[in-house]
């Protein structure tokens, strides 16, 4: 895909966590997504923002791909390392999804995620997965192109489901 005119094209790769601009443009666009009714409408707190980079390059883990133009950091998928026990190998759940307003439709997550899984299929990984709310049709639009879907074991006990319990 070329870039719109007068558009510089997107640069798309795995973040440095210590890199302190890296590090800015991952907290600067999860707290855009947490700020956005798709993201819960809350800001981050102060210390999630402060602690994040660091306590990510803790996790060997966890790795997460930024998109800029030109100087601009323009989107963000945060993965995390789990593990399959029915296939005994490494996956990657995509934890968070930001493309800034600026750019939806522009195919930025596409060019991401071809990031993501690169990164996965290095690590091992035998799949990707992720969450998203039933309501948010675009996103599910864009996750369905990059060949995601629901899933079920037998027909007869349904499709899964996303559970959680805060702790």
Do not use: W
Not at 31 to 45: C, F, H, I, M, R
Not at 90 to 110: M, T
Request: with cysteine; charged share 20%; aromatic share 8%.
């Amino acid at each position: 895909m070329t870039a719109a005119a007068g558009a510089r094209p997107i640069e798309v790769f795995i973040a440095d966590y210590r890199n302190a601009a890296h590090a800015a443009a991952l907290v600067d666009l999860l707290n855009a997504y947490a700020s956005d009714p798709a993201g819960g409408g809350t800001p981050l707190a102060r210390e999630v923002l402060a602690s994040l980079p660091s306590a990510l390059a803790a996790r060997p883990q966890a790795f997460s791909v930024l998109a800029y133009e030109g100087e601009q950091p323009v989107g963000l998928i945060n993965c995390i390392e789990g593990f399959s026990t029915f296939a005994c190998k490494p996956l990657v759940n995509v934890h968070d999804v930001v493309v800034l307003p600026s750019h939806r439709g522009q195919r930025v997550a596409q060019k991401m995620f071809a990031s993501v899984e690169d990164e996965a299929r290095r690590r091992g990984a035998c799949k990707l997965t992720l969450e998203v709310l039933s309501g948010n049709a675009p996103a599910l639009r864009a996750y369905e192109r990059e060949g995601f879907a629901g899933y079920q074991l037998d027909p007869s006990f349904g499709t899964a489901v996303f559970l959680q319990k805060k702790l």
